[in-house]
């Protein structure tokens, strides 16, 4: 099967054309190649497909097998597969996800696609659509909870899949391998949920690790860099309908939670290697 490595800000995944190859079990799969010792090694896999409703369409499992409704990252590093592989030639493109229909501006160099702008859809902040479990029906906006022994100020966000906000002084010292775990499974996430740990520099720039639903700790995380700034508007730490440096472990994205209460995000992507492997 041939396959493509390549990475939003250090999130990489294995990108398969199912134009071209036939992926009989994603879930299994991603599994067998996440593994960065026995296998390809990566956050997860993500398949390119044919869509019905849109130019392209795009499904995404996690290095557990457990399959997303939507990955900011992946529609970057898609955007850029399709023009420079020739499956387009155009620069506002259509893509499927299980979140609903994603729109992207490819912004080229030449016939190379140097960033891509996305526009993520509306942050969804009624709890049970998140869903985190609430006995209110409104926005889950730093509200205490018991996370093993301590107790945490959340903001919960829904940009097509789960996010757990927590704002703290320091990100860098954090020991996201013991606390990571503790949010991903907590009984308030019916689904599991993926955790921001969010230092605020200044009322335009936000720093933020990550520890991924299914995936562990990564390098970025597009939807949550989107969840992140959407959290810090609701908490007062940035003005909402200005441009945000979102700085992850793996680079910047810049995010707008705009006045209609969609997210914009623009961030690069790039290609790390092509190849087949047997399976
Ligand atoms: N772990 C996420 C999917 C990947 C999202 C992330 N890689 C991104 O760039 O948005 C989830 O289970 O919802």
New binding site residues.
């Given amino acids: 099967m041939k396959f493509t490595k390549m990475q ?1 800000i250090g ?1 990489d ?1 294995i990108y398969v054309n199912c134009f071209e190859e036939q992926v009989v079990n994603p879930e299994q799969l991603s599994v067998r190649l996440s593994d960065r010792r026995f296998g390809i090694g990566g ?2 896999l993500i398949l390119i497909m044919p869509s019905q409703i849109a130019d392209f369409k795009m499904r ?1 499992f ?1 290095a557990d097998g ?1 399959e ?7 529609t970057r590093c898609i955007g850029k597969y399709v023009y420079e592989h020739g499956l387009t030639n155009k620069t506002h493109i259509t893509l499927e996800t299980n979140s609903g229909i994603k729109y992207l501006e490819l912004h080229c160099t030449g016939d190379q696609v140097t960033s891509v702008t996305v526009d993520m859809g509306k942050a969804i902040l009624t709890p049970r659509e998140i869903p985190v479990e609430s006995d209110s029906q409104e926005p889950f906006v730093a509200k205490p909870v018991q996370v093993g022994d301590r107790l945490e100020r959340l903001t919960c966000v829904s ?1 097509g ?2 996010h757990a906000v927590v704002f703290c002084d320091r990100v860098e010292d954090l020991d996201l391998e013991k606390l990571g775990p503790l949010f991903e499974h907590h009984a308030i996430f019916p689904d ?1 949920v ?1 955790t921001e740990f969010v230092r605020v520099i200044d009322d335009h720039t936000l720093q933020m690790r990550v520890w ?4 562990g700790e ?1 390098l ?5 860099a ?1 969840a992140t700034t959407v959290a810090a508007v609701l908490n007062g730490y940035c003005p909402q309908g200005e441009p945000i440096l979102v700085k992850l472990r793996g680079g910047d994205l810049t995010i707008t939670y705009q006045a209609d209460g969609t997210v914009m995000m623009t961030g690069p992507a790039e290609e790390v290697f092509q190849g087949e492997i047997n399976l």
């Fill in positions: 939003g999130n995944y956050d997860g995404i996690n457990s997303a409704m939507m990955c900011g990252n992946g940009v899949n789960p599991r993926n991924e639903r299914g995936s990564t970025a995380c597009g939807t949550g989107c």
